[in-house]
């Protein structure tokens, strides 16, 4: 079955936080980038929209944010604490976020999510670097646990991005994929 298969069958082809029905697409809860089952919500175009541009944050449509706490998906849990926190200048959202329950590593993922929030990797320009971007090495940099360096100027070409801003990854001259940090590349 498809990604988007399971997860239409989880939420029951509904918003997993408001219970829309409009435009329902996954999304990858932060730090995650990657869309698979375990890492994402499927939740409609209001709540992306929303989530994805704070400005556009409508305090009364996280009134949601009550029924879809005590959700048994774990990324819905992460995300219902992440916008909670965000809203906690509201009684409403601190005391659900009281009451809420949740597991040890709901709650990491909830607080590294939160550090990240904004956070992007950048280059040494400070130009955001997204996925699939072509990259160039701006120093010889050793690689981690062996006595191989790579050199200035090599190009890394596709890159992920991965749970940690600072790090872009990718294959170097078709080799073993690696990770670089972000501010020793420059965007191509
Ligand atoms: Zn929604």
Redesign the pocket.
């Known amino acids: 079955m498809s990604i988007a298969k399971t997860l239409l069958t989880r939420c029951d082809s509904k ?6 029905t ?1 435009s329902l697409a996954p999304f990858a809860v932060p730090p995650k980038t990657d869309i698979t089952v375990d890492n994402c919500v499927m ?6 929209a929303q989530i994805e541009d704070a400005d556009k944050m409508d305090v009364n ?1 996280w009134r ?1 944010l009550n029924d879809s706490m005590w959700s048994q998906v774990p990324t819905v849990q992460v995300i219902s604490y992440v916008l909670l926190s965000k809203l906690a200048s509201e009684s409403w959202a601190q005391d659900a976020l009281d009451m809420m329950y949740v597991e040890e590593d709901v709650k990491e993922w909830a607080e590294k999510a939160l550090l990240s929030d904004g956070e992007k990797p950048r280059d040494v320009n400070g130009v955001e670097l997204k996925k699939g971007d072509d990259v160039t090495v701006i120093k010889d940099l050793p690689v981690k646990g062996t006595n191989q360096v790579i050199k200035q100027g090599t190009v890394i070409r596709g890159i992920s991005l991965g749970d940690d801003p600072r790090l872009v990854s990718g294959k170097a001259n078709g080799g073993q994929s690696m990770y670089v940090i972000a501010e020793f590349c420059r965007k191509k």
Do not use: A, F, K, R
Not at 15 to 20: A, I, P, R, T, V
Not at 43 to 48: G, L, Q, R, W
């Open positions: 918003c997993e936080l408001c219970g829309s409009n939740i409609c175009d209001t709540c992306t449509h949601c």
